[in-house]
Every structure is written in C-alpha cells, then in structure tokens.
C-alpha cells in the first residue's frame, strides 16, 4: 500500500510539473530562444578515432535524429536576420523557435550537417574562423574531423545551402587569451580582413566563448550588430531573450552523446 502511495505521489508531481510547463509556454509573453550551439559532426566509428575531441563533436545519427524531433514537434529554425528582427522587437515568431549554430567551420559540417538541414528543410548560421577555411587544401571527406573547409567549399555552399548564413568567429583570432592580448585597432583590422577574405557579416562569435570590452567596442566601431557567447560557466548556457545584450547573447552547449529525451526537455524548459 505505502509503495503504490509513493508512486502515485510521484506520479502526480511529475504532471504538476508538466502542467507548470505547459503553462508558462502558452501564457509567457516574453518568452526566450534557444541559440543551439554545435562545433564538429561525425560517425561513433569517425569519432572513436579521436577519443581527445568527443566533447566536441556530436554523432550524426544524434544530429540527426535531434532535426527530426525539431521538425516532428514543429519547432521553426531561425536565420540570423530573423533572430535579430525578433529580438529587436521587430517580428513576432513561434514559441517554438530555435536558432541552429556552428562554431569554427569544419569540413563535417559540409559533408554532414549541411545535406541533413536541407533534407529536414532547416536554417542554421555558421561561425567560420577565417585564417582556417583560407589554409585548409582538403576537400573530401576521409574521417578526419580535425579538417577544415577550403575557401572553394565556402563559395559552393553559398550556392548549394541557401538555407545556411555564414558569420565571423575572426579571421585571426582562434587561439588561446587572444581577445586579452589583442588591441581594439588589431580586433578592428581583423573583422576587415574577414570581410575581405570570407563573407561580408555583421554578426560575431566569440573565440573560445572569450569577450572583453575591447572585442566588444572593436565590433561596435565596425558596425556588428550582434555576438554569441559561448559559455563559460555553466550558468551561462541559456536560452536567449530579447532583453540580453546584443553583444553577450547566450547559447545552448549540445553535448556529445545527449539523450534524445533530454534535448526535448531542454527545449522546453523556461531558460
């Protein structure tokens, strides 16, 4: 008798909080975005090869069966222009809305992630470190994940993935306590040299999820209108809100090997 109490006690917490939930999503008002963020693609077989990079890198199975919970579940994928409209104020869009992000530019993301969103009809934005897409030479796919897309796979998926934006993560400045040790002149010279040799863009990620004011002083002098954070507490994975600073938006880490279940939860969790 005192176990069935326990489990319809239970029970009925677990749908207090549902209803909790189901409350705050149809009557919040000013509710948040979840900004996605994901770095590097790959097979468990592609992946057990590189045991010292599996935090970064989410299998393509799980990848894929993530899109598919976003589409069966009627979730709509931002671009960058429609994340900044709504969170200027600008538009309205769904509560269920995401904002699908890549860090670096890795050759996966052309030979992976890139067919997988067009074939579920998704939008997402990709942050390309510059001086790596301008010396990476390789361009088909042989397990590698430590491989970066060349300049010419850049050019062909502007034209192959309208459904993909391209924005800065530097040209120059991917490597460790460079945003501490860069002037605001040097960080301005470097988004000129991204525009110059990448794509024209007024959005920033930043490298290593570092900021300061000068990064954030260089990007507003050079006309950016917003930068994603990355971290770096565990705090500071959230969901975006048209109240944060446009210039410290918060992302989502999605962690290698996340249950399916829990990607869900955390979609609709408030923050």
Known sequence: MKKNVIIFSTIGIILL?????????????????AVLCYHNLATAEEIANFPDEKDWVIDVNNFEEQLKYLKDHNYKT????EFYKW?????????KSVLITFDDGFLSNYHYAFPLLKKYNMNATVFLVGEFIDSAEQEEWDGNIKTYMTKNLL???????????????????HYENSIK??????????????????TETKV???P????????????????????????????????ASRDDDDFKIP?????????????????????
């Open 87 to 95: 969170k200027k104020g600008e538009i309205d869009i769904p509560y």
């Open 17 to 33: 909080i549902l209803i909790g939930i189901c409350c705050f999503i149809f009557f919040d008002e000013n509710h948040k975005v």
């Open 78 to 81: 931002l671009t960058i222009d």
């Open 181 to 198: 040790e860069n002037s605001i002149i040097s960080m301005k010279d470097d988004t000129v040299i991204f525009d110059n040799n990448m």
């Open 155 to 173: 050019e062909k998926s502007k034209i192959e993935y309208p459904n993909i934006d391209f924005c800065s993560h530097s040209y120059g400045l």
């Open 208 to 239: 290593f999820g570092e900021y300061n004011h000068n990064i954030i002083e260089a990007l507003k002098q050079k006309g950016y209108i917003m930068a994603f954070r990355y971290g770096p507490t565990k705090d500071d994975y959230r969901k």
């Open 204 to 206: 920033f990620s930043y």
């Open 251 to 271: 992302r989502l880490n999605i962690s290698h090997g996340m249950e399916i279940w829990k990607f869900g939860l955390r979609l609709l969790l408030p923050n």
